[in-house]
DNA sequence: TCATTAGATGAAGAAAGCTTCAGATTAGGA
DNA sequence: TCCTAATCTGAAGCTTTCTTCATCTAATGA
């Protein structure tokens, strides 16, 4: 009688025991593994629980179905990435650009590549309708960091900050993604990441110049 | 016993009548329609039939499968948008680099919001395990194209050519991506394109210099 | 006109997956 | 130690959806 299931995709119950806790944790590393695996359409809630090493029943303890269990393993991830842009944002806040741009992007990076697998994972999740808004909600978190730090460097910006920042989140993003679901994502990793500073600083240079 | 079935993913039937062809074409423009207003996990092959005005056995008739379906769909978009890239990038062989991307992007854009929803309602498909081969397989028609005219610009490149294409194509899918799935994706159409080319211009101009 | 081929239909078989729940097990505290 | 609450289990019901196929209708050409 605690709540009112007004939210139809909350967690039915919180862990209180470790045990619990533990069980959530290894349900949601099956989820990517499984969706790793076998992909989103052949993910079935027995297969992620019996990779998790619980039963189905234990999962339905703790997502109220298949859909929530998706969008808490996305969210999970894209929570860290937003938190590590966050903070290098609030670090690089009063730097120049070109330094700023730097730290952004080796952030960004470093927090997707940190875990490649989960993030093309993910990906499939990432399109689904629900799912889409969850994406951009967590992702107008960055954006607003993006946004704040920007106004904070001592160069003064020609173009609206709000569309730069859409920009080099585009930017990022989508180079991002097309280096992770490439053959081998590692090895061209750090030449991908000077061209992406490259670019972004080339661009930054452009808007407070023009 | 025309073919042995060996390509479980082609058509099972070429349409020969006019009839059929305009069957073909209502089903794969239902399942875009289809896939808009449900989402891909709601989609049906019963309610793509229902959606194109036929029974679900024509369906089957032109798609061995469901996933066939999705995949034609997507195909379909996806050759268009290589198409107009491939057809830019002949036509500015020869030129300067600003020129190139300028054009580059334009078309770009201009495919992908000729039907904005079906951009969209695409990118539910896109991210499947299959489908992902299918994005990167025509994908790499762009980028060759894209590659061979940057090598017949007048203007010498420091960078490999390899590298720049990809780069373009990541902030072009990237931002175009972000702008499809904002809120009222025309309305800032020419903000983003504007700065999409100041920031391909300044990349290229650093990449000639450098 | 009529035979033959192309195309369309949709009820129904079969499979698959989600989700529940009644009962078993384990942990924590009195 | 023993009671209570937390947690786990997994067989089975229920629903949904895919896909087939026997049958009907429309077009083509001789």
Redesign the interface.
Known sequence: MSQPSHALLEPRKSPVQARSAASVEAILEATVQVLLSV???RLTTTRVALRAGVSVGTLYQYFPNK?ALLQAALKRHLTAVASAVEHVCREQEGQKLQPMVTALITAFLQAKMQNVKTSVAL??V????DA?KIV?QIGSRSTKAIVQMLTTSPEPLT?DPQ??A??L???????????L?SPAPEKHFD??RR??I??A???L???SSR
Chains 1, 2 share one sequence.
Request: negative net charge; aromatic residues 8%.
């Open positions: 992909g989103k359409d859909s990906y499939a990432s399109s689904d309708l889409a951009q173009a569309l730069i859409f920009m989140q585009g930017l990022m993003t989508g180079v991002s993604r097309k280096l679901e030449a991908v061209e992406l490259s670019m600083c080339a661009y240079h452009a808007c």
